[in-house]
């Protein structure tokens, strides 16, 4: 948990209520759903001819991405979100092209600290990687499952 997050946190439980969201309408109670204040907002941007094109749920996969640009990894990942597989959480996070580009610039610094046929070969998927015709790469993990392949 952020130190932000601890600071709001700190300050909703501090009122009288045993509710992190406590009901304005029902004493004693939670909130059950934020998306009624969400719809509200959108609709009074709408009068002012503006469209809101995101929904609360957005949310957790700004997080999810943030998280895994900030280096957290994907299995930790999985369990802060509540996944019980790596393969759900990769639907939630979205990497930038800045942060693909600068993932390319570290692994290109590390390619030049090697030596001989691996510093070659790095620099080669580097270059490969890096131009605007690669619009995807198919990699197998070895011989055998090229051979097995359709291409």
Avoid: C
């Avoid at 029902?26 to 995101?54: F, P, Y």
């Amino acid at each position: 948990m952020t130190s932000e997050t601890r600071s709001i946190l700190a300050q909703r439980i501090q009122g009288s209520s045993a509710w992190v969201f406590p009901s304005k309408r029902k004493a004693g109670k939670s909130v059950g759903r934020l998306n009624h204040a969400h719809d509200r907002l959108v609709e009074a941007a709408a009068k002012d001819n503006v469209t809101i094109k995101w929904v609360l749920y957005d949310l957790r996969h700004t997080f999810a991405t943030r998280m895994a640009q900030a280096g957290i990894d994907l299995a930790t990942l999985a369990a802060i979100l509540g996944h019980s597989s790596i393969r759900m959480v990769q639907k939630y996070v979205h990497p930038t092209a800045e942060h693909k580009k600068s993932a390319m610039l570290r692994f290109a610094e590390s390619a030049k600290r090697g030596g001989g046929e691996e510093q070659l070969i790095n620099q080669v998927l580097v270059h490969f990687l890096s131009t605007p015709e690669a619009k995807f790469a198919l990699f197998w993990p070895n011989e055998a499952h090229r051979e097995r392949s359709q291409f």
